[in-house]
Every structure is written in C-alpha cells, then in structure tokens.
C-alpha cells in the first residue's frame, strides 16, 4: 500500500470532521424547518453563522487577513457569494421538501460526481478507471435510495430532488473555485464571505417575507445546533482539507455522509430507514471504499 504523503492525512482529518458535523446539519435544520418558515430559518441559522466565524476570525487575530484583500480577490469573494447563495438555499427547500433527511443526504451525492467533473476540467484532477467504478456503485445507491416508486419520468424521483441537483452542481462549483484559489485567502475568510452574503439574503427575504421573530425555543436549539456543525465547523473543515488534498479526494469522504445522516436521523427522531434506504446505503459504502481504496493504493500492482 501506498504511504499517504506527509500532510495529506491532515486534509483526510479535516475531511472526516466536516462530514460528520455537516451530516448533523441534515437533521437539525430538518427539525428547525418543520417548526418554522423558510425565511425565519436562513434569518437565525446564516445569523448565528455569521457570527460564530466572525468570531472566530476575530479570536485567531487574523483580521489584518481582511485589509490584506486585494479588488481581484475581493471580486472573487463577491461572485463565490453569489453561487453561495443559490446553493444554500436550494439546499434547505430540499431539506424542507423531502420528508427524510437522509433521503435528501444520498441524493446529495450527486456532489462527488460535479466535483470530479469540474475538477479534471478546471484543475486537471484525474481520476482511474476503478475510481470512477466506485463513483458509479456510489450514485447507483444514492438514485436507488431516491426513487420514488413511480416508473414514469415525471415521477421517478421524490419531490425535491431537482433542488438536490442545483445545491450539489453550486455546491461542486464553489469547492472548485475555493480549491484553485485556496492560498489567496484563508478558509476562514472564505467561510465568512459565505455566511456573510447569505446572511444578507436572508435579512432582506425576511423583512420582505412579513414573518415574525419570535420562534420556539425548540426551533431556536435545532437552529443553533445546525449553524454551529453544519455552518461553522463543517465548512471550515472542508475549506481547510482542500489545502493538503485534492477537491475530489476530500469529496469522496463526504460521500459516506448519508450513513452518518442515517444513524443521527434514526436516535433524533426514533424513525427507522426504510429497506430500500439501507441496500442504498450499503451500496453507496461499497463504492466510496472502492474509491478510497483505488487511491490509497491498494489495486496497484508492486513492482519487483
């Protein structure tokens, strides 16, 4: 078996973090949701968001990071906030349309795919053949998981998954885009920028929206456990994976998320997975251990 290089296990670490935390934000932001509108969720949870990194980046004494930012990269944050924007909300009208979260986290490993795409397009990331027959054995659990019962194509998947495919292709975007500009400004800085912008979506959609502040105070704990994994820790571990190992690499550790997503869901809410979400599951496995195994060097043949 291949050694992993020095400080790649650093962005596997990371990688694991985020995936875990983020598989969290699946369930919490499904139960914040069920309690309050739309508007009401983006206003606290991007809130809380913003100010946990805020705080974070003010704590680390790395502010100067900001006055540092030059108009081409200040440009760049711009436009990665408007991607930003789309994706997350995308994501929790999926999260709020598809009444398992872990439906909706399978679904979502239509990531990996985009990512890969765009990463040997934009970053002549390369992928083997049996990395991309584990890529496939992944996604056919996940469409397996999905599906809806219905053969007719207006019906085949669950209601939802068209926001699952735009937040994933955004999502693959903006990983992308992080991964070719990581050394020109901190994770930490990329993470503000994002919460900072949808934050300021979410200010106006609110006021706009007419609804009220005040929310359970159940709805504010989901909330706040969601912005703390989800937003926080879990984005800036994937940030910061992406500075020790490629954009592909890191996402094929997210791909195992809907497992964690299962069992989170199954002790949060005491629903079991159906059968069709346990095979989809089981598959998905197999074909991220295929992936990970391909690149740890397993199937490669020694020489002498």
């Given at each position: 078996?291949?050694?992993?290089?020095?400080?790649?296990?650093?962005?596997?670490?990371?990688?694991?973090?985020?995936?875990?935390?983020?598989?969290?934000?699946?369930?919490?932001?499904?139960?914040?949701?069920?309690?309050?509108?739309?508007?009401?969720?983006?206003?606290?949870?991007?809130?809380?968001?913003?100010?946990l990194n805020l705080i974070f980046i003010l704590g680390s004494g790395k502010l100067d990071q900001l006055r540092q930012l030059t108009p081409k990269i200040m440009g760049l944050l711009v436009l990665l906030g408007a991607i930003d924007i789309v994706s997350n909300i995308t994501f929790f009208m999926a999260i709020q349309a598809i009444p398992d979260p872990s439906v909706t986290s399978f679904l979502g490993n239509l990531f990996p795919v985009f990512l890969s795409l765009l990463g040997i397009t934009f970053l002549k990331e390369r992928f083997t053949l049996i990395e991309a027959m584990g890529?496939?054995?992944?996604?056919?659990?996940?469409?397996?998981?999905?599906?809806?019962?219905d053969l007719s194509w207006s019906k085949f998947f669950i209601a939802g998954t068209g926001f699952v495919v735009i937040n994933t292709l955004f999502a693959a975007t903006v990983s992308v885009i992080v991964k070719?500009?990581?050394?020109k400004a901190s994770p930490k800085v990329f993470n503000l920028n994002s919460n900072g912008w949808i934050f300021l979506f979410f200010i106006f959609y609110f006021v706009h929206?007419?609804?009220?502040?005040?929310?359970?105070?159940?709805?504010?704990?989901?909330?706040?456990?969601?912005?703390?994994?989800?937003?926080?820790?879990?984005?800036?571990?994937?940030?910061?994976?992406?500075?020790?190992?490629?954009?592909?690499?890191s996402s094929i550790i997210q791909s195992v998320k809907g497992i964690?997503?299962?069992?989170?869901?199954?002790?949060?809410?005491?629903?079991?997975?159906l059968p069709v979400q346990l095979w989809g599951g089981s598959i998905?496995?197999?074909?991220?251990?295929?992936?990970?195994?391909?690149q740890a060097g397993v199937f490669r043949k020694k020489v002498g």
């Open positions: 078996m291949a050694e992993i290089k020095s400080e790649e296990w650093k962005g596997y670490a990371y990688a694991i973090t985020g995936t875990i935390a983020f598989s969290s934000l699946y369930v919490f932001s499904k139960a914040g949701l069920n309690q309050v509108e739309l508007a009401q969720f983006g206003l606290y949870y991007f809130g809380m968001g913003f100010l890529a496939m054995i992944a996604l056919s659990g996940a469409f397996a998981i999905s599906y809806s019962g070719k500009n990581v050394h929206s007419g609804q009220s502040v005040e929310i359970p105070v159940t709805a504010f704990r989901n909330i706040a456990l969601g912005a703390f994994f989800g937003s926080f820790i879990g984005l800036l571990s994937f940030f910061y994976s992406y500075r020790y190992i490629t954009a592909s690499r964690f997503v299962l069992i989170i869901a199954w002790f949060f809410f005491g629903n079991l997975p998905t496995i197999a074909g991220v251990l295929v992936m990970t195994f391909s």
